[in-house]
């Protein structure tokens, strides 16, 4: 007797049985129990059907990610190394350009008339800001590059070393600054203090023209991860931009009100992903602004880290 092994519309053989009697007939419970196996076989079949076919899909998904990993680290890298090699070129003639400026002011300006001066100085200032955009820009692909170097690092100490450094460089009013509760974290230090020096920089500069400006640093737990923040009650800013506010160069507020060149955050931005960690932020124009980040635990970060 023969039974087909079918399953999902597939044939995978049949099953076969001979008996050493033929002349007795098979009862009808081992009739049933013979179809159950019958079925029992060709579920197994389609099973490692199925399983062998998975596997194949996930080779091949598996190389088609390298494939794309790859063309994108080196995609990364080109436009990198010509960010860089660009940035790097510029400053050549600019440096030319503001020498050269400052050798007519030195040795002209005095028969230059009114206006010409005006223009003169306005080529210096422009000529100044291009050269700290360029400086910004390397400084900015540096981050992205350096390896990190990841190690237990107390917070709470680094952030009150960066709020010290800022209050140095201040003479006008000093915001008072609150720190919080601040566990130790697991992270690059000297990259950790860029991004606490960039945020706590920005909440000084942002609040700067309030009465009584504050800022405030400490974390908040959202499940079992660690959130931290830098809350400011300065201008704040409509949260319609947020989206730009991580890109290199962006700026939500006019540069007569607030210097700067909008790199800070994007260099937070970097540092912070690098870690495998998150930034974000919540404002109010007028009400102020509170950065947040995350870190992942030392169990998270993978190999190399
Ligand atoms: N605490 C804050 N309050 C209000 N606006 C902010 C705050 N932090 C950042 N922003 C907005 O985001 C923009 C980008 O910030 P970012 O730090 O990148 O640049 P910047 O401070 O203007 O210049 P730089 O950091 O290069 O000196 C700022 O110009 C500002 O418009
Ligand atoms: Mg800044």
């Known amino acids: 007797m023969a039974l087909p092994i079918v399953a999902g519309g597939k044939f995978f053989g049949v099953l076969g049985f001979s008996s050493s009697r033929p002349e007795r007939r098979i009862p009808p419970g081992q009739l049933r129990a013979l179809d159950v ?55 050549e003639p600019l440096r030319a350009v503001e020498g050269f400026c400052e050798m007519f002011r030195a040795e002209f300006a ?18 100044g800001r291009m050269t700290r955009l360029i400086n910004d820009l390397l400084h900015f692909s540096r981050f992205g590059r350096q390896p990190l170097k990841c190690a237990r690092v107390p917070l709470r100490e ?36 860029q991004v606490l020096i960039n945020l706590l920089s920005n909440a000084i500069k942002f609040s700067a023209g309030r009465d009584d400006p504050r800022i405030e640093v400490g974390t908040l737990r959202q499940g079992a991860d660690i959130v931290y923040y830098v809350r400011d009650n300065g201008v704040g ?8 506010l991580f890109g290199v160069f962006q700026r939500l507020h006019p540069q007569e009100s607030f210097e700067g060149t909008g790199i800070g955050l994007s260099i937070v931005h970097r540092i912070i992903t690098r870690h495998g960690g998150r930034v974000w932020a919540d404002s109010r124009p007028g009400e102020g602004t509170t950065f947040y980040f995350s870190l992942p635990r030392p169990s998270e970060l993978g190999p190399g880290m």
Not at 177 to 193: S, W
Not at 237 to 244: H, L, S
């Open 110 to 127: 005095a028969s230059v008339p009114e206006a010409g001066q005006k223009i003169l100085e306005r080529i210096w200032a422009g000529a």
């Open 37 to 91: 196996l019958a079925r029992t076989a060709a579920s197994a079949f389609e099973t490692a059907a199925l399983v062998g076919e998975l596997r194949r899909m996930n080779e091949e998904l598996e190389l088609r990610v390298r494939e794309r990993t790859r063309d994108l680290e080196m995609a990364n890298h080109d436009l990198e190394a010509f960010s860089y090699s660009v940035s790097h070129d510029l400053r």
């Open 237 to 244: 800013f409509d949260m319609r931009y947020a989206d730009r």
């Open 158 to 193: 680094v952030v009150e070393q960066c709020v010290a450094r800022l209050e140095e460089s201040r003479d006008s009013r000093r915001p008072s600054v609150q720190i919080g509760e601040l566990p130790d974290c697991f992270a690059d230090r000297a990259l950790l203090e």
